[in-house]
């Protein structure tokens, strides 16, 4: 079992940053990969960053390449995502996930085995 604690939501002028994190616990944080979804009101939940199964490859949604960056401190258990020159469009709910097999559909909520609560971040125009 995993068990994944997000933070750091809020509400953020357009252009503004913030910085997720989800703390993980319950697993050897090495043997799985994270990944951050999205979910906007009325919308399916969306794919915005993620690492490859070993960890040395980062992938991003068309929309978040190029402002959010995702990292993590394994001595903390804990992964980031820095989300820089925000606009109201990436307004959602925001979760941390985790898969616990390789995967080549990354992108799919489907391949993740583990959830966080969700975080809400609200960027105003």
């Known amino acids: 079992q995993v068990q994944l604690v997000e933070s750091g939501g809020g509400l953020v002028q357009a252009g503004g940053s913030l910085r997720l994190s989800c703390a993980a616990s319950g697993r050897t944080f090495s043997s799985y990969a994270m990944g951050w979804f999205r979910q906007a009101p009325d919308k399916e939940r969306e794919f915005v960053s993620t690492?490859?199964?070993?960890?040395?490859?980062?992938y991003y949604s068309d929309s978040a390449k190029g402002r959010f960056t995702i990292s993590r401190d394994n001595a903390k258990n804990t992964v980031y995502l820095q989300m820089n020159s925000l606009k109201p469009e990436d307004t959602a709910v925001y979760y941390c996930a985790a898969r616990t097999r390789p995967s080549s559909n990354y992108r799919s909520a489907l391949s993740y085995d583990y959830w966080g609560q969700g975080t809400q971040v609200t960027v105003s125009s």
């Open positions: 690492f490859s199964w070993s960890g040395f490859l980062t």
